[in-house]
């Protein structure tokens, strides 16, 4: 857990309290555990200008004028009334560069089209502006916005491509391991999966805008897997393995309707 959080840490994060990996459960022991409290200037400016109806929530808890409710389990809190990462000590508290004390919920579309003339299976994928990693077109969910309006929105402002999707298109709903987590503010998403006839997808005219400065198809592999940002490759092995079932119950079926009787 946190790897990304650990290794990855926006630079204007001061450095995480060292932790060893059986330090980062809540219930282990850890010996003088004082992480730096830290919540960037533009979170506390964003909520000092538009108050409750901005991203960022107030810094004083108690202020807040909704309840904190997470996608993974019952939250528990601190002396301060301030919402406990469930999944462990990450050397900083506060917020970081988060708006949201406890989850900052997130949507991410998975889109994937079999490439006719490589015979693989290819990701929409886009770069990041602010830390230039490759990444899912998606984003933050806005204030009364279904997280499955968040994918279709995310989608068309990172890369042009317009899809709806729906409840049986989500495979995966939970933490997201982002470098931007803190002990009180952290990632949860939820990803929506479509596959794209080849044909349709060269029908797409992509454009990179918002916070995304490139767009591209990449052919789903190791070497893509190992650079993408976040949890991002764990949420495209659900879509990829959810893909594989239905080919092969594709296959059964053909093969089934064959057999005579
Ligand atoms: C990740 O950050 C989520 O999975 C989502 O892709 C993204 C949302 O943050 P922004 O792109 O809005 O910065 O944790």
């Not at 990855?8 to 060893?20: C, D, I, K």
């Not at 000092?48 to 939250?75: F, H, K, T, Y």
């Not at 042009?160 to 298109?169: A, E, I, P, W």
């Not at 296959?251 to 089934?256: E, G, P, Q, Y």
Request: aromatic content about 8%.
């Amino acid at each position: 857990m946190h790897i990304k959080a650990y290794t990855e840490t926006p630079n204007q994060y001061p450095e995480r309290f060292p932790l060893a990996q059986n330090e980062v459960e809540w219930s282990k022991k850890c010996e003088g555990y004082a992480p730096i409290d830290f919540t960037s200037k533009v979170v506390l400016n964003q909520f000092a200008q538009s108050g409750q109806n901005g991203w960022a929530d107030p810094d004083d808890v108690s202020m807040l004028a909704r309840e904190i409710i997470s996608l993974i389990s019952e939250l528990t809190f601190d002396e301060n009334n301030r919402p406990i990462n469930p999944m462990g000590r990450t050397g900083i508290a506060g917020r970081g560069l988060l708006g949201k004390w406890g989850p900052n919920f997130a949507g991410d579309p998975i889109v994937t089209r079999t490439n006719a003339a490589t015979n693989k299976v290819d990701l929409l994928v886009i770069q990041r502006k602010d830390c230039l990693q490759w990444a899912l077109p998606g984003g933050m969910v806005d204030k009364d916005e279904a997280p499955l309006e968040t994918i279709s929105r995310e989608l068309k402002e990172e890369t042009n491509v317009d899809l709806k999707f729906t409840d049986k298109d989500i495979v995966y709903q939970g933490y997201v391991d982002d470098m931007r987590n803190t002990d009180n503010a952290w990632m949860e998403t939820t990803g929506a999966h479509k596959h794209i006839d080849y044909k349709e997808s060269l029908t797409f005219e992509l454009s990179a805008n918002d916070d995304a400065q490139d767009v591209r198809w990449e052919e789903i592999n190791d070497e893509l897997f190992d650079k993408l940002f976040a949890s991002h490759s764990k949420i495209v092995k659900f879509a990829v393995a959810g893909l594989i079932l239905k080919m092969l119950n594709e296959s059964i079926s053909k093969v089934v309707s064959k057999i005579k009787p």
